[in-house]
């Protein structure tokens, strides 16, 4: 597999519930060094802010910043921009970062602390959750398919399965779906995979897949199906970025803990100078806050407090959303700025308490079609 000059990549050593035999984890240790490196992080930052300045000012504009703000999203897994409101909401806060909400150009200076921000902050989540980089060829496919535990496995998979009036075809898809890397299976949803592998796998059945769904025809075809995705994979290897995220509420206990951080990040949210907080929120006459921006403000509390984005894991937006709810009670639509923030707070407790007795587990698996160092330009190093 292809390494990146700067070896980014580097072989696991520690036992993985993944079997494939070709795997590679990024655990930030290079995007560290690089930013710890005065004088590297220095020609790096100089040579992006000359690729981006166009028109040479020695500033660089919102649009100019642009293809930052796209590198840093590709950089975060984000798909790209317009296609989903959820992630364009975290690219309209990554440029907010840079510009602190207004249009104005920004310095060198500025440019170069807020990307040194945002490069420790993603070596500290791939520090906290490394990224397995996973070569799919089919081979674990394949084993899956011969071992003993193929028929039981796709049994109870065929048993989850809810379509009233599914097709023979519909009930085979959706249990690709339900297969996971540890079978050997990228993500079937993925729009490549799909287009690739399983609608390719699932033609050459032809008319078999006619057939009424039963236990029978749905064993046998599947297995002839995933026959045929074994074959492709094993002409089209997909890479596969694999991580296991999970979200305990330590990352809310230490920040809950720690006062002096606590109100830092709370005044995050409150420019003095304006008299506004965060992003789009504004005070009313009475100099008070409605409690409508509580998620706002907890969506942008949540890196420090170790939660992922709002929009981004299923699970933990239903117990963020909750927690909001809870808090959210009450007659009054506006509350003071102290009450504000000591609701915010109690929601940040309550989320812990939820995550301290039910931690939330996710593996995040995503297709990447090149080799991940090189899939955003923000990490490569300057060109001699
Ligand atoms: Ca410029």
């Known amino acids: 597999m292809h390494k990146n000059s700067s070896g980014s990549m580097k072989e696991k050593s520690s036992s993985s ?62 798909p790209a921009q317009g296609t989903s409101p959820h992630s364009d909401h975290i690219y309209a806060e990554v440029l907010n970062e840079f510009t602190h909400g207004t249009q104005e150009k920004i310095s060198k200076t500025e440019f170069k602390e807020v990307l040194s921000d945002f490069l ?41 399965i809810e379509l009233p009036d599914g097709s023979l075809k519909d009930y085979i898809i959706k249990a690709f779906q339900k297969l996971t890397v540890d079978q050997g ?22 008319n078999a897949l006619q057939q009424p769904v039963s236990q029978e025809t749905f064993l046998a075809e599947f297995k002839r199906a995933a026959e045929n995705v074994v074959q492709l994979l094993k002409e089209q290897p997909t890479i596969v970025a694999h991580s296991q995220n999970t ?21 995050i949210l409150y420019n003095a100078d304006t008299g506004f907080c965060f992003k789009g929120c504004t005070r009313d006459r009475n100099g008070k806050i409605s409690k409508e921006y509580l998620g706002v403000a907890l969506d942008s509390l949540a890196a420090s407090a170790g939660l992922p984005p709002l929009g981004a894991v299923d699970q933990m937006d239903d117990i963020m959303n909750e927690a909001i709810k809870m808090f959210d009670a009450g007659d009054s639509k506006t509350v003071k700025e102290d009450e504000f923030k000591k609701l915010l707070t109690e929601i940040l407790g309550s989320i812990m308490l939820q995550l301290e007795g039910n931690p939330v587990s996710v593996s995040i ?20």
């Open 247 to 267: 979200f305990d509420g330590s990352g809310i206990r230490r920040l809950l803990s720690n006062k002096f951080e606590l109100d830092k990040s709370l005044c």
């Open 17 to 78: 519930s993944i079997s494939s035999t070709s795997h590679e984890v990024m655990d930030g240790s290079d995007i560290m060094e690089l930013v710890e490196n005065e004088k590297v992080f220095s020609n790096f930052v100089d040579h992006k802010f000359q690729e981006l300045d166009i028109d040479c000012d020695g500033k660089l504009s919102v649009q100019e910043l642009q293809p930052a703000v796209n590198d840093i999203g590709a950089a975060l897994g984000l």
């Open 185 to 206: 299976m990228p993500p079937a949803t993925d729009p490549w995979v799909t287009s690739n592998i399983l609608e390719p796998a699932l033609e050459s059945l032809g």
């Open 365 to 384: 698996n995503s297709v990447v079609h090149e080799p991940i160092a090189s899939s955003s330009t923000l990490l490569q190093p300057p060109s001699p």
């Open 120 to 160: 420790l902050g993603m070596a500290a989540g791939l520090k906290r959750d490394p990224v397995i980089i996973l070569r799919i060829d089919g081979e674990d496919l394949h084993e899956f398919v011969k071992s003993p535990t193929f028929e039981p496995e796709m049994l109870s998979i065929y048993s989850e």
